[in-house]
């Protein structure tokens, strides 16, 4: 008896782990296509991603890439991004979007080492994607020092 259960638990432990792994593997390579569609359509063309990952088994997920400067305020300006800084009432969007398994959005980005973050919740019209989806929410953080962006997204439902 005392066997079966512990074959059961390791059986259920591995079927969720697995989910997890499965979820991520499949969804990856959409994440980076929506988002380099996204990117294409507001005039980014030729953005170097170096890794995307789905978070956990949410319909959250984050790309990491290399971006000039010019190239982050013109993102910025074309998706009418809102500056999060920790504090004030966007600071939900951060605090939501760090506290994501995985996610590689800091939450207390710190401008004095060159790390800035922008946002966007809610605003279907500017995230849409293929298909006549959309992302519910976007966030990118860039830091200055390397060119490095982290964009993170939750596709909306539907």
Not at 10 to 25: F, H, I
Request: net charge negative.
């Amino acid at each position: 008896m005392q066997r079966s259960r512990v074959v059961t638990v390791v059986v259920l432990v591995s079927l969720t782990l697995g989910c997890a792994v499965l979820w991520n593997a499949a969804n990856r390579t959409y994440l980076k296509e929506d988002l380099l569609a996204l990117l294409e359509e507001n005039g980014i063309h030729d953005a170097t991603v170096t890794s995307c990952r789905m978070l956990g088994s949410t319909r959250a997920g984050s790309c990491e890439l290399v971006l000039e400067e010019e190239q982050v305020a013109d993102l910025v300006q074309a998706l009418a991004l809102e500056s999060l800084d920790g504090t004030g009432e966007k600071s939900d969007l951060l605090e939501i979007a760090a506290s994501e398994k995985g996610s590689c959005i800091e939450e207390q980005p710190d401008p004095r080492q060159g790390l800035q973050t922008w946002g966007l919740l809610g605003n279907y019209d500017q995230l849409g994607i293929k298909q006549g989806s959309a992302f519910s929410y976007l966030v990118l953080q860039y830091r200055s020092a390397d060119n490095h962006v982290c964009l993170q997204v939750l596709y909306a439902y539907g």
